[in-house]
């Protein structure tokens, strides 16, 4: 029998919480500093090692199906499995977020505060100089060699922090993200890529709140893009559009109406992962989610089962137990980060024989920039309004790409800056090396992955702000960094379409960690979830009952 996992640390908004924020010392300045767009599709995975006792406990459990990270590969494994009956074990570093409405569970930009950053002792987004006691905050930033990246640390993964953009790619455009993949589009786009906008609940921004004042700057980059000859593009976002409605009435304290939302929306109303797929495995009683648990080895014993060395830890990264996880079969969705560090571990380390000679390879950025553009001509407004509504595409343009406008949750005070987001099909030419000094491995990102993209987007910038007034600066241009890993673990060498790992039964990749570097000019979270729902279909059929 699996041992009874409790999932016991409180609500961030409890008073049991409150009084551990308080004690950490967590209300800080004001901030300074402009929103990160977008967000990453899945956030869990490896952290750095954190203090002991020498009497912590030591224990072994023994499970069927284990899944490490619950953003979108994880949800959606999570629900798949328990839906024909397997037993599964949910392993998350992160904690519970619930929302409000009127909640305060995330950090806001105008104090941010240690629930906005995974146990470091500083501030790593927001632009911000501050520090604080560590705490298991939403947001994990990962230094590398040429890109850094910021990844979501909570139930529910990146899609607690992330915009929301539930992007389809072409055909066409995925074909060029994932050659090897191609065959697969037209199944996706009959019945997976659908089937996850209806458990999202996928919509875009209703007229009559486009129309208010605290979106006049996406009015403004909706008018201005097709002068500069991006096809308009309306983004599907998982948002109940009544929650925005109640902050418009008044009814609500300013959440979405003033795009602070980089560290989670505290009104509710966003269809995260934590409350659509999740929720839904957790209702049929057969998923277990295990919080702070971070997962620091996988390794293959003698009798050909999955061995996971797991650390439980509190709020501050203590480690409280130590645990062995014996299971049958292991689903790694704990983010291109999370999970390629693992199993670049485990082949340097040999806890795992024969792994694939690609694992650690074709890892990318999805091209992601940001740019602030200032002093357009036209009337941003005081605030802006999100999440990332509306954007562009250029038709011409010789590699892909999209740009899109984000809301900044720093109020103008009648400056004029938005920021805009691109993003694009890139070569994967990021690698992953194991540090021995570190345990861990590392990243190294070539410029020249992007730099014919980059160079496209620059142009493309320029010309909105010829045409619009004002200039533009790349925010990324000293400091390269993204919030859309991927790669890592590639499908047709490290694991098959299906997201079996190559040699290895009963292991599985199914986050974005499979996709080479890009998803087709949009970002990954419908593409990450649309693949994970077409390699269960075929797991469930094949897997369930014959490898475990």
């Known amino acids: 029998m699996p041992e009874q996992t409790t999932d016991s640390p409180e609500p961030a908004d409890s008073p049991t919480a409150t009084r551990g924020l308080t004690r950490r010392k967590l209300f800080g300045t004001a901030a300074l500093g402009a929103a990160a767009a977008g967000g990453l599709a899945a956030g869990t995975g490896i952290s750095p090692a954190f203090a002991a006792s020498p009497t912590v406990p030591a224990t072994v459990q023994r499970e069927r199906a284990v899944v490490i990270g619950s953003g979108f590969g994880g949800g959606v494994t999570a629900l798949r499995l328990a839906q024909v009956g397997v037993s599964t074990l949910v392993l998350e570093r992160g904690i519970r977020w619930p929302t409000g409405p009127n909640a305060n569970t995330f950090s806001r ?18 632009g911000v100089v501050k520090t604080w006691d560590p705490y298991v905050g939403v947001i994990e930033s990962i230094a590398g060699n040429g890109m850094a990246i910021n990844c979501g640390a909570a139930v529910g993964g990146g899609s607690l922090m992330y915009h929301g953009m539930t992007l389809q790619p072409s055909k066409a455009n995925f074909a060029k993200s994932m050659p090897v993949a191609a065959g697969l589009y037209d199944e996706l786009n009959f019945w997976a890529y659908p089937l996850v906008a209806r458990m999202l609940g996928i919509s875009t921004i209703p007229n009559d709140i486009l129309n208010t004042d605290p979106y006049k700057s996406s009015r403004l980059f909706r008018d201005v893009a097709p002068k500069a000859g991006l096809e308009p593009v309306a983004v599907p976002l998982p948002i109940d559009w009544n929650f925005v409605r109640g902050e418009l009435d008044g009814r609500y304290t300013p959440t979405y109406t003033t795009s602070d939302i980089a560290f989670g929306v505290n009104n ?3 269809r995260s992962i934590d409350v659509t797929y999740l929720a839904a495995a957790e209702a049929t009683g057969r998923v277990r989610v295990a919080t702070l648990h971070v997962v620091r080895d996988i390794a293959l014993d003698a009798n050909k089962r999955w061995v996971l060395s797991v650390d439980r830890i509190d709020t501050g990264g203590v480690v409280q137990e130590r645990k062995t996880i014996i299971a049958d079969a292991v689903f790694l969705n704990a983010g291109s980060p999370g999970t390629t560090r693992l199993l670049v571990k485990a082949k340097a380390k040999g806890l795992v024989p024969n792994l694939p000679d690609s694992i650690g390879t074709q890892w990318g950025n999805n091209g992601d920039r940001i740019y602030a553009w200032i002093g357009m001509n036209g009337d941003a407004g005081t605030i802006q309004g999100g999440p990332a509504c509306v954007g562009g595409r250029d038709p011409q343009s010789p590699i892909p790409y999209t740009i899109i406008h984000a809301g900044s949750p720093v109020p103008t005070n009648g400056n004029k800056v938005l920021t805009v987001v691109g993003l694009g099909i890139v070569d994967a030419a990021g690698t992953w090396a194991y540090d021995a000094a570190k345990d861990d491995a590392v990243l190294t990102w070539p410029a020249s992955g992007d730099a014919a993209l980059q160079q496209l987007i620059a142009g493309k910038m320029q010309q909105i702000a010829q045409v619009g007034g004002g200039i533009m600066m790349d925010t990324n241009a000293q400091a390269a960094s ?9 499908m047709g060498s490290a694991v098959d379409l299906y997201g079996r790992v190559a040699g290895h039964r009963g292991l599985y990749v199914l986050d974005g960690a499979r996709i080479p570097g890009s998803t087709g000019a949009c970002n990954p979270s419908m593409t990450i979830a649309a693949l994970a729902e077409h390699s269960m279909a075929k797991i469930v059929l094949q897997d369930v009952g014959r490898v475990f």
């Open 109 to 126: 930009f105008a104090n941010i505060d240690n629930r906005s950053s995974w146990l470091t002792d500083h501030a790593t987004v927001g």
């Open 482 to 490: 993204t919030w859309h890993a991927l790669g890592g673990v590639p």
């Open 268 to 270: 509710g109303g966003k």
